[in-house]
């Protein structure tokens, strides 16, 4: 079953600085079970972050301990860490098109 990683971070940079992040998003293609991420920002309260749909929990704890984590406290400035993995209800999504039977970009 497809589950959520949420991740959030507080980040005090420039909004170009923060908006070139994504300049490297093709690299999140190889993360095994990763079906797709949507990327996050807020600059008013200079909020980022990703949600993130895997294919299962394992995945997404090994990505957000493994690349997420590391990424996110290299960058100058970066803290108020948040993250969580939640369970989906599949059937209510895909009642609002939801698409989460995705495969993922890399195999498990």
Excluded: C
């Amino acid at each position: 079953m497809s589950v959520i990683l949420q991740v959030n971070y507080t980040w005090d940079v420039d909004e170009d600085v923060a908006n070139r992040v994504a300049d490297n998003a093709e690299r999140y293609n190889d993360i095994p079970g990763l079906q797709w991420k949507l990327w996050i920002r807020d600059p008013e309260t200079k909020t980022s972050g990703g949600i993130h749909l895997f294919t299962d929990r394992d995945s997404a704890r090994s990505y957000f301990e493994d690349v997420a984590l590391p990424v996110i406290t290299d960058l100058d400035g970066a803290r108020d860490i948040e993250w969580k993995i939640l369970a989906i209800n599949e059937d209510a999504s895909r009642t609002n098109r939801t698409e989460v039977d995705i495969e993922p970009l890399v195999a498990v």
